[in-house]
């Protein structure tokens, strides 16, 4: 296999100096590397990992779906429990609650009913549908993309599958079964790449590891997530 050419600070030829080709954001390379990307899956994931992949957030319609699973609620009660649970140093703003539920209700995979007399903001309760159901199972049983920093993603979705009193359990073990093929496939890249391939797969496998023992001690503290999350579906001491 080939490595990543890095070709720094050099203008390709027959190329206009006020027309310089579009360099991928990316720290490891210098600010004006040209990065030829193969499209061998793993390379393109070492190239990505520096760039979109390493933002990954936890999706906010989907997240707010499941907290609608669990019961059907107002905006202010989703925003308080999604700041709780999932929002931990970034709060969900509350314009951005109301224009998610619109755009759910829009889709048809939630429903609001009228609005309810009381103090606060908006007092009126959603209520999810079949079609918001079948998402958000969907969601929870489609392994994360292997990436570091993955945890806000991987995290919600235990945390969800714990409140809905589905089976996190599975969830994990799927998670992990992914993350060991995706290393698999790091580490064999290791064998036969450059030295710049090599490198970033070393920078990825350390992190997948660390991941592979965050869904092991998860595993293993289930019980006490669920008293946390879901007490009603504790197991009982």
């Not at 190239?47 to 107002?74: D, M, Q, W």
């Not at 710049?196 to 920078?203: E, N, Q, W, Y």
């Amino acid at each position: 296999m080939t490595g990543l050419p890095v070709l720094t600070g050099q203008t390709p030829p027959q190329q206009h100096p006020d027309r310089r080709p579009h360099v991928p954001s990316n720290p490891f390379y210098p600010e004006r590397s040209v990065v030829a990307v193969a499209t061998d899956r793993s390379v393109y994931y070492l190239a990505c990992v520096y760039t979109k992949c390493i933002f990954a957030r936890v999706s906010v319609p989907l997240t707010l779906l499941g907290l609608l699973e669990r019961e059907p609620s107002h905006g202010y009660d989703l925003k308080r429990d999604y700041d709780t649970y999932f929002g931990r140093g970034k709060q969900l703003p509350f314009g951005q609650v109301y224009s998610t539920l619109g755009r759910l209700a829009r889709d048809g995979k939630v429903v609001g009913g009228e609005a309810e007399p009381g103090e606060g903001p908006d007092r009126k309760p959603y209520s999810i549908t079949d079609t918001g159901r079948a998402e958000v199972d969907a969601w929870l049983a489609d392994p994360v993309e292997p990436e570091p920093h993955l945890q806000t993603v991987l995290f919600a979705k235990v945390t969800l599958a714990l409140m809905l009193g589905k089976p996190a359990a599975a969830y994990l073990d799927r998670q992990r079964s992914t993350h060991i093929r995706r290393m698999q496939e790091l580490t064999e890249l290791r064998r036969n790449g450059a030295l710049v391939d090599v490198l970033l797969a070393d920078h990825a496998l350390f992190h997948l590891e660390a991941d592979l023992r965050w869904i092991d001690l998860t595993s293993a503290r289930l019980a006490e997530l669920t008293a946390v999350v879901n007490p009603e579906r504790a197991p009982k001491q």
